[in-house]
């Protein structure tokens, strides 16, 4: 069964950053698109960045300038690099593959201000 694992999330001050890095097994890494998406406390689940599998990619306007997504497909690793952290930036992080729709357990970020 395809496995998506997140870490590196935590407590950061405002202004601050963190890598999030996402492990994938079991799935065709090197020729998925990959996500991330947040979910703050009381609202829903929200697009964050997107890489396809060449490498292309794509970003919410409010993460825009600041934060950084990549791949290493050696790794079968997807990375989110967050700089410039905002309190607003607070949530559970989630790695998603959209061409099977599988999700990883999340992993949280704190930001404060």
């Known amino acids: 069964q395809a496995q998506l694992v997140e870490s590196g999330g935590g407590l950061v001050q405002a202004g601050g950053s963190l890598r999030l890095s996402c492990v994938a097994s079991?799935?065709?890494?090197?020729?998925?698109?990959m996500d991330w998406y947040r979910q703050a406390p009381g609202k829903k689940r929200e697009l964050v960045a997107s890489i396809t599998s060449s490498g292309s990619t794509t970003y919410a306007d409010s993460v825009q300038g600041r934060f950084n997504i990549s791949r290493d497909n050696a790794k079968n690793t997807v990375y989110l690099q967050m700089n410039s952290l905002k309190p607003e930036d607070t949530g559970v992080y989630y790695c998603?593959?959209?061409?099977?729709?599988?999700w990883g357990q999340g992993t949280q970020v704190t930001v404060s201000s």
């Open positions: 079991r799935i065709f890494f090197r020729f998925s698109p």
């Open positions: 998603h593959q959209a061409l099977n729709d599988y």
